[in-house]
Nanobody, 127 residues
Framework: EVQLVESGGALVQAGGSLRLSCVVSGLTFDDYDIAWFRQAPGKERQGVSCLIHDDGLTWYGGSVKGRFTMSTDNANTVYLQMDNLEPEDTPVYYC?????????????????????WGKGPQVTDSS
């Protein structure tokens, strides 16, 4: 069974930092590209970031560029380091996996076509 399990959600203040993790199991990690998405209630899912295994290239959505950093341990986990958090960063975050190669366009369009999804931790603005 394929599982993507996110963790790291917490109460944070605006300007704070948080790191989310996505642990992947049940698939060959190197065969899939992983991306982060977020979705606020009543809004469409938004692509946040993506990392391409083969070449290490990353993509970030415009609203998080320069504040968020995606990385991987190249084993089974991807991370999303979120710095200088803003109130609009509080949606539920999901990681998704798609058999490589993923396209940045697919991520930017909300990740339709991703093969697998996690269920998402919650980042809550406590300010």
């Amino acid at each position: 069974e394929v599982q993507l399990v996110e963790s790291g959600g917490a109460l944070v203040q605006a300007g704070g930092s948080l790191r989310l993790s996505c642990v992947v199991s049940g698939l060959t990690f190197d065969d899939y590209d992983i991306a982060w998405f977020r979705q606020a209630p009543g809004k469409e899912r938004q692509g946040v970031s993506c990392l391409i295994h083969d070449d290490g290239l990353t993509w970030y959505g415009g609203s998080v560029k320069g504040r968020f950093t995606m990385s991987t341990d190249n084993a089974n986990t991807v991370y999303l380091q979120m710095d200088n958090l803003e109130p609009e960063d509080t949606p539920v975050y999901y990681c998704g996996a798609q058999r490589a190669p993923i396209t940045f366009k697919a991520v930017a369009n909300g990740g339709f076509g991703m093969n697998y999804w996690g269920k998402g931790p919650q980042v809550t603005d406590s300010s």
